[in-house]
């Protein structure tokens, strides 16, 4: 990739089931893992990620099945599954000597991220959210035409073959859409950011569709599991969102505080896109997070 970020270096690091995941770095101290959403890379943290090295080891990777880490075939919905992409951040702290370390998650990595705190409280001391709700939360307020907004939620819970050929078919158009759409300020996602997160996305459409696919099946079934035991996010929970909570016809904030015992709630003016459209909020609220 030509794009780099000052002051951080890029390696490949194995993970516990043999995936090897992309991850951009710098800084020094405790750990802070940030995790991209879609359609993007780590990338999207090239405004927020040296702000916060100034406090943290500040740790930046392609999920699996995205940008440059690795890709595997989806043998079953575990190999997606939130779940397993969760202990994939675990083994990645475990290659480089954290016990604990906070964690932040965007997108896709903000549902990997909420599993990560669910199923390693010991080792999740702090957990960011930006603009979602709960895997279970997400189908049970989509509803009527208001549920257009998350079209490709439903196309890439089919069964596998046609999901894959029909986005394969218009990649840059399909993967484009969202990064149009999605930003209240275009500008925020340059044109050669733009460029690397249509490639990335281009060469990952099994494994992110299998991603998503996962989002439909088992992943609920997790979330089902710990909602019926009890069990709660117990560290220190920021969650950030678009105010688009009231436009869909719920209240977000009121859906994540059954699931979090320490949350603080915001909305922000920006786009999806939060990290790159306003990077200084983004990296203030983080940062207020960790002193928590």
């Given at each position: 990739m030509g794009i780099t970020v000052p002051g951080f270096e890029t390696r490949q690091i194995g993970v516990a089931d043999g995936v090897e995941l992309n991850v951009t770095m710098g800084g020094h101290g405790p750990a802070l893992v940030l995790l991209h959403g879609f359609p993007q890379t780590n990338l999207m943290w090239r405004h927020v990620g040296p702000v916060l090295a100034e406090h943290r080891t500040v740790l930046c990777p392609d999920l699996r099945g995205y940008g440059a880490s690795g890709k595997p075939v989806a043998v079953d919905e575990n190999t997606y599954s939130k779940r397993t992409m969760a202990a994939d951040i675990v083994g990645l702290a475990d290659a480089l000597g954290f016990g604990e370390f906070a964690l932040v998650g965007h997108d896709r990595g903000a549902h990997v991220a909420f599993r990560a705190g669910l199923d390693h409280p010991d080792r999740v001391s702090h957990l960011g959210i930006l603009d979602i709700v709960p895997t279970l939360?997400?189908?049970?307020?989509?509803?009527?035409?208001?549920?257009?907004?998350?079209?490709?939620?439903?196309?890439?819970?089919?069964?596998?073959?046609?999901?894959?050929?029909?986005?394969?078919?218009?990649?840059?158009?399909?993967?484009?859409?969202?990064?149009?759409?999605?930003?209240?300020?275009?500008?925020?996602?340059?044109?050669?950011?733009?460029?690397?997160?249509?490639?990335?996305?281009?060469?990952?459409?099994?494994?992110?569709?299998?991603?998503?696919?996962?989002?439909?099946?088992?992943?609920?079934?997790?979330?089902?599991?710990?909602?019926?035991?009890?069990?709660?996010?117990?560290?220190?929970?920021?969650?950030?969102?678009?105010?688009?909570?009231?436009?869909?016809?719920?209240?977000?904030?009121?859906?994540?505080?059954?699931?979090?015992?320490?949350?603080?709630?915001?909305?922000?003016?920006?786009?999806?896109?939060?990290?790159?459209?306003?990077?200084?909020?983004?990296?203030?609220?983080?940062?207020?997070?960790?002193?928590?």
């Open positions: 939360d997400t189908w049970n307020v989509l509803h009527g035409v208001s549920a257009a907004v998350a079209f490709h939620l439903y196309l890439m819970a089919q069964p596998p073959g046609l999901p894959e050929r029909m986005i394969a078919a218009e990649a840059d158009a399909f993967f484009g859409h969202f990064l149009d759409s999605w930003a209240n300020d275009p500008g925020a996602i340059p044109a050669d950011v733009r460029a690397e997160y249509l490639r990335s996305c281009r060469d990952a459409v099994p494994s992110i569709v299998a991603d998503y696919r996962a989002t439909a099946t088992v992943d609920i079934t997790h979330d089902q599991a710990d909602l019926d035991a009890g069990n709660r996010l117990t560290m220190p929970v920021m969650v950030l969102q678009q105010d688009w909570g009231s436009q869909l016809g719920f209240d977000a904030a009121s859906i994540w505080r059954p699931w979090a015992t320490d949350l603080e709630h915001f909305t922000t003016r920006a786009g999806h896109f939060m990290a790159e459209e306003a990077p200084g909020d983004v990296a203030t609220l983080i940062l207020d997070l960790m002193k928590r």
